[in-house]
Structures are given as C-alpha cells and as structure tokens.
C-alpha cells in the first residue's frame, strides 16, 4: 500500500484563481498508480529500463511505438513518454465522450480518427500507428473530431501536439516537459467554459468517489 501526499500552495494570482475553480467544483479525488515504476528524484535516473515498455497501445507515445516495431539498444522509458501518452488519453475523451463519464451512444470508434488507434495489434499495425500519428501532429485534424461538449478544448489539444511535435525536432532542443504541459492544461482552466449537464454529471461521480474510497495495493515485489 502507498500513500503520496504531496502539499502545494499557490503563489501567482492566476494559479489563485485555478485553485478557486477547482475547490469550487470539488475536483478533489485522484488515482496515482503504477508506484513500481517510481523513483526517488534524487537518484537521478530518467526512466525505466529499456525492457520496460508499458502502456496501453492506443496511447502510447510515438517513441514507444517505434521501439515497439524496431527496437534499439539502450532505450530509456522516460517521463516524457508519459506525457505524451496523457495528451493522448485526452484526446480519446474528448473524440468518443458525450460528456464526462459518458461514452457516446450513436458514435463507434471505427467512425473517428481513432479507429486505427485501437486496431494496432501486429508489429505492422504499429508501424503504421506511428506514422498516423506524426501525421495527426502535423496536421492536428483530431481535433475534428471532437464532440460538441469538448469543441473547447480543440485550441487546448492543439497546444498540447504543438509541444509533442517540438519536441520531436531533430535538434531536440524543446523536449517535452511537465512544467509545459502542465502550463496548458491550467490555462485552460479560465479559458474552458464547462457546460452544466457536464458540471452535474462530475459532481455525481466525485461524490460517488468520495463516498466509497478506493485503496490502490501494488503487486510488485522487489527482488534481491
């Protein structure tokens, strides 16, 4: 069993007025997971070893995929492939939602962008994942493909790939940092304006949540 308490205070007026919205919508709960694959920041290490890729295929990251169907010697699984896998996880709710918590009832995945995302299942598929991918970085049409609730988020996500395409310049001189993606999520937090069935129906899942606590166990044992 683990516990992660991690205290913060606000120290800019717009963080200030985050923090409000949030408090003001009871967006309190969380699931942090995957406790085995954490690290101490000062041991200085980057990332898993290279025999460790998880995730589940339609988010992983680009790089990911690409060790996937032609590994290398020596890949590290860094932060930074996590990143990207969230940018994707939002992506996926706000193409196949209706609102939070609900998936929509009249749209099949085989309909959106997303269908080859969830048909990668050989080496082959995955290779042709990745490029569909780089494609959708460059181009941005997932964002198309968003459900009416979240149209407010097209300019969110479009910051968000921006980020993952600039850090994928041969220079790699912009990698992907929380500090950024974090920057762009908050921001959106003013610029979102959420719609009220979608406010009801969080405020019934997190009071669910809230009720009903869940314990998260980790199964990994160490070795040695």
């Not at 988020?153 to 993606?181: C, E, F, W």
Request: proline share 4%; charged share 20%.
């Amino acid at each position: 069993m683990y516990t992660c308490n991690v205290p913060r205070k606000a120290t800019s007026e717009d963080e200030k007025k985050r923090e409000a919205i949030i408090k003001e919508h009871g967006y309190r709960c969380g699931l942090l997971i995957d406790f085995d694959y954490a690290d101490m920041v000062s041991t200085g290490k980057q990332g898993v070893s290279s025999g460790d890729h998880t995730g589940t295929v339609p988010f992983m990251s680009i790089g990911i995929l690409q060790e996937y169907a032609s590994p290398t010697p020596n890949f590290v699984h860094t932060f930074a492939h996590d990143l990207e896998s969230l940018i994707y996880v939002l992506v996926w709710v706000c193409v196949l939602y209706q609102v939070p918590q609900e998936v929509c009832k009249d749209r099949n995945i085989d309909q959106t962008c997303l269908k080859q995302w969830a048909s990668a299942k050989t080496l082959n598929n995955i290779g042709n994942l990745c490029d569909l991918k780089l494609g959708q970085l460059l181009s941005k049409t997932v964002v198309s493909d968003f459900t009416p609730y979240f149209k407010q988020m097209k300019p969110v996500v479009s910051k968000l790939y921006g980020l993952i395409l600039n850090s994928r310049l041969p220079d790699n001189t912009q990698p992907l940092y929380h500090a950024d993606v974090k920057q762009v999520l908050l921001e959106a937090f003013i610029t979102v304006k959420e719609e009220s069935c979608g406010v009801e129906n969080m405020k019934r899942t997190w009071q669910c949540m809230q009720k009903e606590p869940v314990l998260v166990q980790s199964n990994y044992c160490s070795e040695g």
